[in-house]
Nanobody, 123 residues
Framework: QVHLVESGGGLVQAGGSLRLSCAAS????????VGWFRQAPGKEREFVGV????????DYARSVKGRFTISRDNAKNVVSLEVKSLRPEDTAVYYC????????????????WGQGTQVTVSS
């Protein structure tokens, strides 16, 4: 079992930046691929990006590529999502999720999910 806790969300103006964090206390977290997803009101949950366990491989949704960056610090058991040049359409609850298999994360079926953190972008 892995318990994920997101933090760092908030209200920001369009064009602004935030740094979201996903933390876990279990040491096994460092061996898991971690993905970020988001869900806006009335919309389906959307894949944002994924990072492999070693932090060497990342992949992003086309809508965020070049603006969002995922990184991880396995010594601290934290995965970060840096979001820049925010747009009102980026407003959503952002979730992190973990699974041993990065393919399962990309397929939107990871084993473990956090509770989410709200990001609101004002125009």
């Amino acid at each position: 079992q892995v318990h994920l806790v997101e933090s760092g969300g908030g209200l920001v103006q369009a064009g602004g930046s935030l740094r979201l964090s996903c933390a876990a206390s279990e040491r096994t977290f460092s061996s898991y691929a971690v993905g970020w997803f988001r869900q806006a009101p009335g919309k389906e949950r959307e894949f944002v990006g994924v990072i492999d366990w070693g932090g060497r491989i990342t992949d992003y949704a086309r809508s965020v590529k070049g603006r969002f960056t995922i990184s991880r610090d396995n010594a601290k058991n934290v995965v970060s999502l840096e979001v820049k040049s925010l747009r009102p359409e980026d407003t959503a609850v952002y979730y992190c999720a973990a699974d041993p298999d990065p393919g399962t994360v990309i397929a939107r079926n990871p084993r473990y999910w956090g509770q989410g953190t709200q990001v609101t972008v004002s125009s």
